[in-house]
């Protein structure tokens, strides 16, 4: 793995988002602008807030990064650009490891801005800690990612790309306690929920937890991400059959 | 003219897509220093050869030696200039954005850029995007990250598509002076008339090679006076 052409990758990759700023927008405020939506819903409950605004703040970067990244990545492929690079020296690792460096700085803009608005202006009041609540958005935001890599080397086309998130989110978004607690989920639904990326993501904002419970629920989601991206590695072929 | 050593070797090359043979047998070599046109109508298997020869396509027999290496050996990533056909750059970043990172990845200096712009003449066009040029245009910025760092190989797939005469002419003059450089230049068209531009011709069709000689002894072979009659009149002997 060669640093410089993984750097080189996150610039251009970077770059390609500065010529559409509409994307880096929608990027940016969408996951703030639904928390926002929610807490004005929510204004005359305000302790329903507090309860489901900061599981939702590690789900809406999940959905928003899985979209952009997969279809991205799939034009990357459907234009030829991705076949170019294979006759360069680059190698797979450094082109996924340059694509998960730019989400990831994306995702990291992204989870600090939504945790900021919510507790300042949207006036979210949560016993966990600001910065754990921002920890979960940003692993949120690099799974989505790291997923979108993933499922774009299956993909044929941004129609199946975008397809495959009501096929691989919404089941967990079903499972991840959001709707109902995992504990009172039918056994077999249970053992899948609580292996799930997005229900340690929820777990992870729950207050009044071990230290030992969050490493576990972090060490879920971390290992969920390094998968996808081993994954993604994996799925994508420099030779066309 | 002088050859130099041999750069390109194609053995009894295979190459079956989705179940049907695309590719049947085809056997060729090439040398430093040849400007050679693949000729054929769409569908022939141009492309596809040309991929076989970048090491990007499976194949499903034969040997193909690049620079006595087996194609898509990872000592020969960079030693093969390729242009893909319908560009194959990024259409969201301006043109020398597009060549800093294909520099970059080479580790090509940020001068090499400047040289292949003045090459495909873009130089005026650099800071524009590249969804906002002509097709034409397009083509010249995937030549120009072709001929980065002056590869000993040249692979390009329907360089002159859509561009003017004039351009045409010019291009093919720079192929020409690659070629006498010492660069093997392997040039594919759907266009006959190209032909003559060539000092060596490969003609497929249905994925059979027909044909590799020069064009003066394609004409005095088919007694034709036009590449297209030629190329005719090679159809009828082999089917």
Known sequence: ?241 | MKRGKITVDVAELRVVREGSEILHSLSFRASEGELIGLLGPSGSGKSTLMRSLLGVQVIAGGALQILTKPAGARSLRGKLGYMAQGSAVYLDLSVEENLHYFAGVLNEPREEVARVLEVVSLTSFARRVVSSLSGGERTRVSLATALLGSPPILILDEPTVGLDPILRRDLWDTFKKLAESGTTVLVSSHVMDEAARCERLLLLRDGHLLFDDSPTNLLAASKSSSYDDAFERLIEQHS
């Not at chain 1, 994307?23 to 969408?30: A, D, F, P, R």
């Not at chain 1, 292996?195 to 576990?216: C, D, E, K, N, R």
Request: with cysteine; net charge positive.
């Open chain 1, 1 to 241: 793995m060669n640093l410089r052409r993984v750097l080189l990758t996150t610039r251009r990759i970077l770059q390609q988002l500065r010529h559409d700023p509409r994307t880096i927008g929608l990027l940016l405020l969408v996951p703030s602008a639904l928390i926002g939506l929610l807490a004005w819903t929510l204004s005359r409950r305000p302790s329903s807030f507090a309860s489901i605004g900061p599981q939702l703040l590690g789900v809406f970067p999940l959905i928003v990064m899985f979209l952009v990244t997969s279809v991205i990545t799939l034009r990357e492929r459907t234009v030829g650009t991705l076949e170019r690079l294979f006759t360069l020296p680059l190698t797979k690792g450094e082109f996924i490891a340059g694509y998960a460096f730019a989400f990831g700085l994306l995702a990291v803009v992204q989870s600090m801005l939504v945790a900021t608005l919510s507790y300042t202006w949207f006036g979210l009041s949560h016993q966990g800690i600001p910065w754990r609540i921002g920890l979960v958005a940003l692993c949120a935001g690099l799974l989505g990612t790291a997923l979108g890599l993933a499922l774009s080397a299956v993909a044929h086309s941004e129609f199946q790309a975008v397809q495959f998130m009501p096929a691989f989110i919404l089941p967990q978004l079903l499972l991840c306690g959001l709707f109902v607690p995992v504990g009172q989920l039918p056994a077999a639904l249970r053992l899948i929920a609580d292996v799930l990326p997005m229900t340690a993501a929820i777990h992870a904002i729950a207050p009044w937890q071990s230290t030992a419970f969050y490493t576990g629920q972090f060490a879920i989601m971390v290992a969920y991400i390094l998968g996808a991206l081993a994954a993604g590695a994996a799925t994508i072929r420099r030779k066309t059959k």
